[in-house]
């Protein structure tokens, strides 16, 4: 599986942005999806993840009530669509895909396919 994020960029604090994860391959289906990140001297760290089906999504704290991560199996694509940025989600995010997984958080080590990130800069 090939993944390619994109949708990254420079926002104000406040803003919003929407990441997509493009997978290649016939059997996105089996695979549980995630969104990682890694700011400038820090260790990667979860963001969301969601179920093969689409049904269950999971966030991490910092996440909740601001970003929203679904799923698209007829595209092969999973988003991430983010609201009320703030400087603190400045990172380089990227999407996983775990086979066959169930979709709830798991470390990163558990995902078998990564894409190669994507740039977000939130200004204040």
């Known amino acids: 599986v090939q993944l390619v994020e994109s949708g990254g960029g420079l926002v104000q604090a406040g803003g919003s942005l929407r990441l997509s994860c493009a997978a290649s391959?016939?059997?996105?289906?089996?695979?549980?999806m995630g969104w990682f990140r890694q700011a400038p001297g820090k260790e990667r760290e979860f963001v969301a993840s969601?179920?093969?089906?689409?049904?269950?999504?999971y966030y991490a704290d910092s996440a909740k009530g601001r970003f929203t991560i679904s799923r698209d199996n007829l595209k092969n694509t999973v988003y991430l669509q983010m609201n009320s940025l703030k400087p603190e989600d400045t990172a380089v995010y990227y999407c996983?895909?775990?086979?066959?997984?169930?979709?709830?958080?798991?470390?990163?080590?558990?995902?078998?396919?990564w894409g190669q990130g994507t740039q977000v800069t939130v200004s204040s």
């Open positions: 391959g016939r059997t996105f289906s089996s695979y549980a």
């Open positions: 969601v179920s093969r089906s689409g049904g269950y999504t």
């Open positions: 996983a895909a775990d086979f066959l997984g169930s979709g709830s958080v798991r470390p990163s080590s558990d995902y078998d396919y």
